[in-house]
């Protein structure tokens, strides 16, 4: 296509002075800015498809005739939300990319009551005067964690994530000064982030003792200095190392900080309230083990086993706990008003001790027997689907019992499998579960899975050995007519 036809071709399009004029109900209904916006979006696109010649002279003349509706369908999009919900059919329970843990109904409700007025953020309702934000969230968990074992008193402050967390707590304990590690915890977090790019922002250098797989007490006591200000323990969450390994247990530690007058943290990363022993989660330190090992201050994630918000917790000596609150870093890395409702809402849950409300551990408590009938129920569903569909078909051909039926059938079964828990917590630890399993002679599974994927809402599923495969563990309960109507939907494209 030569230059001046594309340029004839161009000239033919309507200007958005014109197109405004057209559709001058959506600009009264929608605003002027908006509608105007996808109208120069949608010829922008046309005149990208003229320029490259992707589009005639009859494929002009169709666009200009639909060029309405596909402002109409640009609007739409442009004006709907991004961020929406899906359903989390993975089976991994703190699914980094899905949002990690979802949040408790009565956590949300108090979401919505503070934040749709105004509250006591920072204000002493008993004096009048103004108050500290921390405390909402220091008095819940100092009901959980302060205890007899513990020979003093544990405040918590709270930032807006774990690396927020570790960066506060080493700018304010070890700014200019040493923190030893071990070489086999220089951990790579989600994101790219490092604990060694983590520590070189804080002010603090770092300083590496023992191998990737083996480290003893020995080698933190010969890395002690006068310039030593702290040692870290870092909590391998999202990796294992396994074989000829040695790490020095947590109260060794200690007990060599407490000797040389050295504090000592551990970052957990996740951090758990419950015992994830009790459903057989072995590996994965709580902050109540680490708080009575001796460690002074332990950092942890709000919106990971705890099952909360987006959070960076600090839990530990109230003495030192007071250095970070003071430290300006804190106001730069404080949470708002809905973190800590939210916060409450969730702490208030385990202080009842009403796990199953909390979203994470309830996903975590399913067992086999409940998967796997609600996994039979939902083939059962698909299978009453197909069947209709099948008969309908027939109904068509009459009586014509030669004609042919084209049918594009899937194939259900439930199969054994495992769930993870994910967010970088307990990287071997796995939980038994029942997929269903879903084939199909017509369609891969790569295509299954996109069908689901672009299902209203979306849904997430994993995808082997040519089998796209749905745990219900992830699945929340009232979502599952959501998923065999999205199965069943997969044959209708």
Do not use: W
Not at 125 to 149: P, Q, W, Y
């Amino acid at each position: 296509m030569n230059v001046t036809v594309k340029s004839e071709l161009l000239r033919r399009l309507p200007s958005v002075d014109e197109l405004l004029r057209d559709l001058a109900a959506l600009v009264e209904s929608q605003g002027h800015a908006p509608v105007a916006n996808a109208a120069r979006t949608v010829l922008h696109r046309v005149r990208d498809e003229i320029t490259t010649g992707t589009l005639d002279k009859a494929g002009v003349d169709l666009a200009v005739n639909g060029i309405g509706a596909a402002i109409e369908r640009e609007l739409q999009r442009a004006l709907s939300f991004s961020l929406r919900p899906v359903i989390n059919a993975t089976g991994v329970i703190l699914h980094t990319n899905l949002g990690r843990a979802p949040i408790a109904d009565s956590a949300l409700a108090h979401v919505s009551e503070v934040g749709g007025g105004y509250s006591n953020l920072e204000f002493d309702i008993a004096t009048g005067e103004r108050g500290r934000r921390d405390v909402h969230a220091d008095r819940l968990f100092a009901a959980l964690l302060n205890s007899d074992k513990l020979d003093y008193e544990v405040s918590t402050i709270v930032v807006n994530n774990n690396a927020a967390a570790v960066l506060l707590a080493l700018n304010a304990l070890a700014e200019g000064g040493e923190v030893i590690v071990s070489r086999g915890e220089l951990v790579e977090i989600g994101g790219s982030f490092r604990i060694p790019e983590v520590m070189a922002k804080s002010g603090a250098v770092l300083r590496e003792v023992g191998t990737t797989n083996r480290t003893r007490i020995a080698d933190y006591e010969r890395a002690i200095t006068e310039r030593t200000r702290l040692l870290l323990r870092v909590h391998r969450s999202n990796f294992e190392i396994v074989g000829f390994t040695e790490q020095p247990s947590l109260e060794s530690l200690v007990q060599l900080g407490h000797r040389c007058g050295i504090p000592v943290a551990e970052d957990l990363g996740s951090g758990a309230l419950f015992d994830l022993q009790t459903l057989g989660v072995h590996g994965e330190p709580d902050v109540m083990a680490s708080l009575r090992a001796g460690v002074d201050i332990v950092t942890y994630s709000g919106d990971k086993l705890l099952g909360g918000p987006q959070a960076g917790l600090i839990s530990g000596r109230s003495d030192i706990v007071v250095k970070l609150r003071e430290n300006p870093l804190f106001r730069a890395l404080r949470v708002d008003k809905l973190t800590y409702s939210a916060l409450e809402g969730t702490l208030l849950a385990y202080i009842k001790q009403d796990y199953d409300s909390v979203p994470a551990l309830r996903i975590m408590r399913l067992t086999i027997k409940e998967i796997e009938s609600r996994a039979h129920s939902v083939i059962a569903r698909v299978a009453e689907a197909q069947l209709r569909r099948l008969q309908n078909a027939c109904k068509k051909n009459g009586d014509d019992t030669q004609a042919p039926i084209s049918l594009k059938q899937l194939t259900l079964r439930v199969v054994d499998g495992e769930s993870v828990l994910g967010g970088g917590a307990a990287p071997g630890a796995t939980l038994p579960t029942k997929l269903i399993a879903i084939t199909s002679d017509d369609l891969g599974a790569d295509e299954i899975s996109r069908r689901l994927r672009t299902h209203d809402p979306a849904i997430v599923a994993r995808v082997e050995e040519g089998r796209v495969l749905i745990d219900l563990r992830t699945v929340l309960p009232d979502q599952d007519q959501t998923v065999s109507r999205a199965v069943c939907a997969i044959m209708d494209f």
